[in-house]
């Protein structure tokens, strides 16, 4: 860590919070949330932005402390939910730091690790633990949805969607766009990029009507956190990429890379726990995670990661047989392995 650093976060800890004094010489980089440098500092951790901001009075920050704010109001509502969602508090929010140059985000830190830690070692879980862990994932899922909010996409400085809507209309143009982003990439042939196209496609008007809520946006097991010793979930984090969208985008991202059947079994008990899953929920999951699927696949093959690639095209392809079932023979392809490398035993 270097000296100067160390020191200009330990005076901006120190001036936007309780703590009197602080170790420079501790201070460390912390790997959280890719978007951020994320230092522990003390009882804290200070979030800055690695790029430069298009609109330094409105970034993925900005957007982290509203989601973070909505749900500390909602967590005090005890009588109405009955369910305080463990996430970091946000404690001061510096647009242009003097010293720093970017912007930057004091949260109070959160203990444990990345539940995928937990779930890529054998035998970690047992089945009470799984049940206990895939409660409190659904349920805080479903906390994040109780906040409805108007438009579509990411949060604006408005505190709505940046898109006004519907939602289909917005999801239509991301689906269309993501096609167009993926043909030539290599990660499949392209007239099979495009027979998927057209499915999704076809199937847009599922979207109809689609409620709008405050979603995650990347509800995946290295944003939820767990303490080892006894399994119990101890921060829901990053909600930079914050929005307002379906539900359904979190429950199918979440299904999409939930590895563990029983999990998710857990998971869906947890959610409707709170509230109910949204109409057709298993038809419009595979929509979804057709789509979302393809997308992890590239990230994947960019990466020259065969087996978390493969992984994602089975199950993509998978979800999109649900719907048409000629997609189940390019499924078995790609079905040489359980789970992404990444999670590997």
């Given at each position: 860590m270097d000296e100067q650093l160390?020191?200009?976060?330990?005076?901006?800890?120190?001036?936007?919070?309780?703590?009197?004094?602080?170790?420079?010489?501790s201070i460390s980089l912390v790997p959280v949330d890719p978007m951020f440098h994320t230092y522990a500092v003390g009882d804290y951790w200070v979030k800055v932005m690695k790029a430069d901001p298009k609109n330094p009075g409105w970034t993925p920050l900005?957007?982290?402390?509203?989601?973070?704010?909505?749900?500390?109001?909602?967590n005090k509502r005890t009588v109405e939910y009955k369910l305080h969602m463990p996430v970091t508090e946000p404690i001061h929010?510096?647009?242009?730091?003097?010293?720093?140059?970017?912007?930057?985000?004091?949260?109070?830190?959160?203990?444990?690790?990345?539940?995928?830690?937990?779930?890529?070692?054998?035998?970690?879980?047992?089945?009470?633990?799984?049940?206990?862990?895939?409660e409190r994932i659904g349920c805080y899922m479903a906390r994040v949805h109780a906040t409805q909010i108007?438009?579509?996409g990411l949060l604006s400085p408005e505190m709505k969607g940046v898109h006004p809507g519907p939602w289909q209309k917005y999801f239509a143009a991301v689906s269309t766009a993501q096609w167009k982003h993926?043909?030539?990439?290599?990660?499949?042939?392209?007239?099979?990029?495009?027979?998927?196209?057209?499915?999704?496609?076809?199937?847009?008007?599922?979207?109809?009507?689609?409620?709008?809520?405050?979603?995650?946006?990347?509800?995946?097991?290295?944003?939820?956190?767990?303490d080892?010793?006894?399994?119990?979930?101890?921060?829901?984090?990053?909600?930079?990429?914050?929005?307002?969208?379906?539900?359904?985008?979190?429950?199918?991202?979440?299904?999409?890379?939930?590895?563990?059947?029983?999990?998710w079994k857990e998971v869906k008990a947890g959610y409707e726990i709170i509230r109910s899953m949204p109409p057709n929920t298993e038809v419009k999951m595979a929509f979804?995670?057709?789509?979302?699927?393809?997308?992890?696949?590239?990230?994947?093959?960019?990466?020259?990661?065969?087996?978390?690639?493969?992984?994602?095209?089975?199950r993509a392809l998978s979800e999109a047989a649900k719907v048409d079932k000629s997609f189940q023979t390019e499924a078995s392809r790609y079905g040489g392995s359980n789970k992404p490398s990444y999670a590997a035993d």
């Open positions: 160390a020191d200009i976060l330990a005076d901006l800890v120190m001036a936007h919070t309780d703590a009197e004094s602080v170790d420079a010489s900005h957007r982290e402390q509203f989601a973070l704010t909505t749900i500390i109001k909602l929010l510096e647009p242009v730091p003097e010293k720093l140059k970017k912007p930057c985000l004091i949260v109070k830190k959160i203990t444990g690790q990345p539940l995928i830690k937990t779930l890529g070692t054998p035998s970690a879980l047992d089945s009470a633990a799984i049940k206990k862990l895939g108007k438009g579509a993926l043909q030539g990439s290599g990660v499949v042939d392209d007239s099979l990029l495009n027979r998927l196209a057209n499915l999704t496609n076809d199937k847009m008007n599922l979207l109809i009507g689609e409620p709008v809520t405050l979603i995650h946006n990347d509800y995946t097991f290295s944003n939820i956190w767990e080892p010793a006894d399994n119990s979930l101890t921060g829901i984090l990053n909600f930079a990429q914050s929005g307002a969208g379906s539900p359904l985008i979190d429950i199918a991202s979440f299904y999409l890379h939930c590895f563990d059947a029983n999990l979804y995670s057709s789509i979302f699927g393809m997308r992890a696949a590239w990230f994947y093959h960019q990466r020259g990661d065969e087996v978390s690639k493969n992984y994602y095209l089975n």
